[in-house]
Each structure stands twice: as C-alpha cells, then as structure tokens.
C-alpha cells in the first residue's frame, strides 16, 4: 500500500467515520476481535442476539406476532439455531406477500428501502434500519481486509450498473469526492466487448491499480481477454470475485491475469456479505456476528440440516435488521454446508464448502427429478476438450424439457469436446434432448450478472 493509502486507511476513514456518526471503527475492531473466539462461544453470542430479535419482531412487527402466535410460540422460546427451526421458512413470495406487515411499528424503523429482483427475476421490496446498515459495513470491511484489502487502495470495481433512477446532483456529487479520495473507480461491466475490456485494461495501466473488486463473470472476462491477448505487464493484484459463483475454471484465468490471490465472496442484496474466503482457501466463513446461515435440505413439507458438504437451500436470519427483519428467509441460493473443523486460518466462524447457484437453476432429468445447474461448470471444467475450445456456454432448459446448449468458442469445438459433453449429459441428464448452438456472444443479464443456466417457467 501507498503512503496516501495507510494514511487514508489509518487516519483519514476513521476520522470521516466518526465525523460522520458511524461506529464503523468500533465494531470493525470488535469483528477482528470476535473472529477467533471458539464456535460455541460464537453460537452462544448468535443465540443471545437471536432472542433480543425475536422479541422485538414479536412487539413490533405484525408479520411474525401473527406467526408466532398462530403457532403458539412464545419469543423467550427461540434462543438457537435448533429453536429457530419452529418457525417456517420464509419464501421470497411469502416475504411479497405479507409486504408491510414485515415492517416493525416501532423503533428502530426503516431508514434504507430496496428492491431486489435477484436472479429470479420476482421483485421484493425491502428495507433495514440504520444500525443494520452499520454492521453490513463492518462486515465488509472484515471480510475484504482477509484478503489484504483497505480503503485507500487504489481500486478498480467492473461492477454492475446502478439499478436506481440517478441522484440528484448534491448526492452524486458526493459520491463522487467519497471515491476520488479513496481512490475507487468504478466502470460498468454490462458491455463487455473488445472495445469496453482493452478499455479496462487501459485503466488497469494507467492507474497501477492495487485491488479489482468484479462481478465474478465479468472479470472472468476480463481476465481472458487479458490472458488470450498476452497483455498482462503488472505486478499481482488481489482479486475479489463478487455476485456470481466462482469456479475452479474461472479461478486459474484470474491467476494467470492477476495473479495469486483471488478471493471468492458471497452475498445478496438483502443482507450483503453472508460469507467470505480467508487466507487458507479452503471454504468461506459465514458472517456469525451478523447472520445466522442455515443449509437445508428439503422434501416437500419436510426440512432437515444439510449434512456437511451436502448441498440445500441458504436459510438466512439477519440478527441486526430490526427495521424489516429476516428470520429464516430462503433466499434462493444452494451452497454445500463446510466441515466442522476448524478452519486451519484459526477462525472460530463457520464455513460453507461451496455456493452452487440458485434454485431457480434446477434442471429437470427426464423422468423429472431434479438436476443442479452447477453441474454444467463442472463438466466444463472437468474436461480438457470443453475448456480448452470454449470460452462461454450457457443452458436454456426449455417448457418441453429439451436443452439448448449455447457455445461461444474458439474457432470450432472438435470431436473429442463434442464426445466429453455428450458423454456427461449421458451420464447426468440420460434421455433429455439437446443441441448445442455455436454463437458470437453471449450478453449479460440487464443487471451486469451473467446467466449461465435458464430454466424456462
């Protein structure tokens, strides 16, 4: 780092943070603190803070005093994870559905509203109040810092575009003194042709930036069009992969771009960082002062704890948003659950082995049981043919079962690629037709995402 850059980070942000009335400081140090206690001590904190949730979301929000008593459940009876399983899961359409009812009537209240269509393309309306806002913050900062982050380091966001009517012009001026004094630039990842990426790189020079912070997928193609072009003449940069799952293709392209260090992150728009990689690589820890992270396993009415590195459906408890709070909120991930050990970096926080794309993504075998869309990274990944000839792929499950493969490669896709694949769809999808397409381009989802797998409804 920079002189600029440690005097920013020791001295100018926590000055600003305090100016500003934000314990961001604080609890950032108490974070770093936290992270090293024992699991049973970080469980027992996650229970002491779920019981203070639930009885205000009992005294305060319609939504969960209906449920509860409906249920007869009083709030000092949910104290744990296991208490927490008395209650249902809540959908995406349940949470639309009960709209206002979620919002507490009494303080603290909303002071940030969103929406967030996901992945899954069904809007949901929610807010947060402002002590959540500062322990998202915090978060962040903790789970970045684990790759060697600070503010102030000359940063380079491919980023997705703004998703809200611009703001008025005293906001977007402040926005953008905020970003020049801690060096950040921001470039819209949507266009991601040959033009927009030299562009890119153009920046990465001139800046001699110190940190990429990506869409996942658009780094990914940021990072072949460097490597294919041989225009790599910077030292490491740390990677952070955001938004998008990263797999182990993806990881060697940034290596061989960037460098060593490419950190995986995972979160979503209604609680930010759930998890995060460390130093040792190995899982991401979930964020246990802020949320309770639960993988399920479910079979109709019925759910279970997803045993570790068994795949299920991320059940998030957000413990600090107590303007609309979420308690048990599926938010249409799948992750495999991580080992029980200790991570070797350590932490005492648990982790995830694995973030293996959204329900929305599940296939269907042809006799109708289900298929996880992860396994077209893998077999992409897995074979040598595939990896070699093609650059992007995308699947479109179609309302009669058939697949469309889309292809976009270099040069033609030989036998031996044509064979792998067949053979994989074989072996995973027996019986479901298929075709592949060969195309030149394979855009981006309007939010800057790239879909790799789409199943039509």
Same mark, same amino acid.
């Given at each position: 780092?920079?002189?600029?850059?440690?005097?920013?980070?020791?001295?100018?942000?926590?000055?600003?943070?305090?100016?500003?009335?934000?314990?961001?400081?604080?609890?950032?140090?108490?974070?770093?603190?936290?992270?090293?206690?024992?699991?049973?001590?970080?469980?027992?904190?996650?229970?002491?803070?779920?019981?203070?949730?639930?009885?205000?979301?009992?005294?305060?929000?319609?939504?969960?005093?209906?449920?509860?008593?409906?249920?007869?459940?009083?709030?000092?009876?949910?104290?744990?994870?296991?208490?927490?399983?008395?209650?249902?899961?809540?959908?995406?359409?349940?949470?639309?559905?009960?709209?206002?009812?979620?919002?507490?009537?009494?303080?603290?209240?909303?002071?940030?509203?969103?929406?967030?269509?996901?992945?899954?393309?069904?809007?949901?309306?929610?807010?947060?109040?402002?002590?959540?806002?500062?322990?998202?913050?915090?978060?962040?900062?903790?789970?970045?810092?684990?790759?060697?982050?600070?503010?102030?380091?000359?940063?380079?966001?491919?980023?997705?575009?703004?998703?809200?009517?611009?703001?008025?012009?005293?906001?977007? !001026?402040? #926005?953008?003194?905020? &970003? $020049?004094?801690?060096? %950040? @630039?921001? +470039?819209?990842? /949507?266009?991601? *042709?040959?033009?927009?990426?030299? !562009?890119? #790189?153009?920046?990465? &020079? $001139?800046?001699?930036? %110190? @940190?990429? +912070?990506?869409? /996942?997928?658009? *780094?990914?193609?940021?990072?072949?069009?460097? #490597?294919?072009?041989?225009?790599?003449?910077?030292?490491?940069?740390?990677?952070?992969?955001?938004?998008?799952?990263?797999?182990?293709?993806?990881?060697?392209?940034?290596?061989?771009?960037?460098?060593?260090?490419?950190?995986?992150?995972?979160?979503?728009?209604?609680?930010?960082?759930?998890?995060?990689?460390?130093?040792?690589?190995?899982?991401?820890?979930?964020?246990?002062?802020?949320?309770?992270?639960?993988?399920?396993?479910?079979?109709?009415?019925?759910?279970?704890?997803?045993?570790?590195?068994?795949?299920?459906?991320?059940?998030?408890?957000?413990?600090?948003?107590?303007?609309?709070?979420?308690?048990?909120?599926?938010?249409?991930?799948?992750?495999?659950?991580?080992?029980?050990?200790?991570?070797?970096?350590?932490?005492?926080?648990?982790?995830?082995?694995?973030?293996?794309?959204?329900?929305?993504?599940?296939?269907?075998?042809?006799?109708?049981?289900?298929?996880?869309?992860?396994?077209?990274?893998?077999?992409?990944?897995?074979?040598?043919?595939?990896?070699?000839?093609?650059?992007?792929?995308?699947?479109?499950?179609?309302?009669?079962?058939?697949?469309?493969?889309?292809?976009?490669?270099?040069?033609?896709?030989?036998?031996?690629?044509?064979?792998?694949?067949?053979?994989?769809?074989?072996?995973?999808?027996?019986?479901?037709?298929?075709?592949?397409?060969?195309?030149?381009?394979?855009?981006?989802?309007?939010?800057?995402?790239?879909?790799?797998?789409?199943?039509?409804?």
């Amino acid at each position: 780092m920079s002189l600029y850059g440690r005097l920013f980070h020791a001295a100018v942000f926590p000055a600003w943070e305090r100016l500003r009335g934000r314990p961001t400081m604080a609890q950032l140090a108490e974070l770093e603190r936290s992270q090293w206690r024992s699991p049973a001590e970080l469980e027992a904190e996650q229970g002491r803070a779920l019981e203070a949730l639930v009885a205000h979301a009992y005294r305060n929000v319609p939504y969960y005093r209906q449920l509860m008593d409906a249920r007869g459940i009083a709030p000092g009876e949910l104290r744990s994870v296991a208490d927490l399983r008395r209650l249902p899961i809540l959908t995406r359409d349940v949470a639309a559905r009960a709209g206002e009812s979620r919002r507490s009537t009494g303080e603290p209240r909303c002071v940030v509203d969103k929406l967030t269509g996901g992945s899954t393309g069904a809007p949901l309306r929610f807010g947060f109040d402002l002590g959540s806002e500062h322990w998202r913050h915090a978060i962040k900062l903790r789970g970045w810092g684990w790759s060697g982050y600070r503010v102030g380091d000359r940063t380079l966001y491919f980023w997705g575009p703004a998703t809200t009517l611009p703001p008025p012009f005293s906001k977007r !001026a402040k #926005v953008a003194a905020d &970003r $020049a004094l801690k060096r %950040e @630039r921001y +470039i819209d990842c /949507t266009e991601r *042709g040959e033009a927009e990426l030299s !562009a890119v #790189v153009g920046e990465i &020079r $001139a800046r001699r930036i %110190e @940190r990429l +912070i990506c869409y /996942t997928q658009a *780094g990914v193609d940021l990072a072949r069009f460097i #490597v294919e072009r041989r225009l790599r003449d910077w030292d490491d940069v740390p990677v952070l992969c955001c938004a998008e799952a990263l797999h182990p293709a993806d990881r060697r392209l940034f290596e061989q771009a960037f460098g060593p260090e490419v950190v995986e992150t995972y979160g979503c728009r209604e609680v930010m960082m759930i998890a995060c990689e460390c130093e040792a690589h190995d899982g991401l820890h979930t964020s246990m002062e802020n949320l309770i992270v639960e993988v399920v396993v479910r079979d109709g009415d019925e759910e279970r704890p997803a045993r570790p590195g068994e795949q299920g459906e991320v059940v998030i408890t957000d413990l600090h948003n107590y303007g609309m709070p979420f308690i048990r909120y599926a938010n249409g991930d799948l992750a495999a659950l991580g080992p029980e050990a200790r991570c070797r970096c350590g932490r005492g926080l648990a982790r995830l082995a694995s973030v293996d794309g959204r329900v929305a993504e599940t296939l269907r075998a042809a006799d109708g049981a289900p298929v996880c869309g992860i396994l077209f990274s893998r077999i992409f990944s897995w074979s040598d043919a595939l990896a070699r000839t093609v650059q992007k792929w995308q699947v479109v499950q179609h309302l009669d079962g058939s697949l469309t493969i889309k292809l976009m490669a270099r040069g033609d896709v030989d036998a031996e690629a044509h064979a792998d694949l067949r053979r994989s769809l074989e072996r995973y999808l027996k019986d479901v037709p298929y075709r592949t397409e060969l195309v030149g381009e394979i855009p981006p989802a309007k939010n800057g995402k790239q879909r790799t797998v789409i199943v039509e409804r």
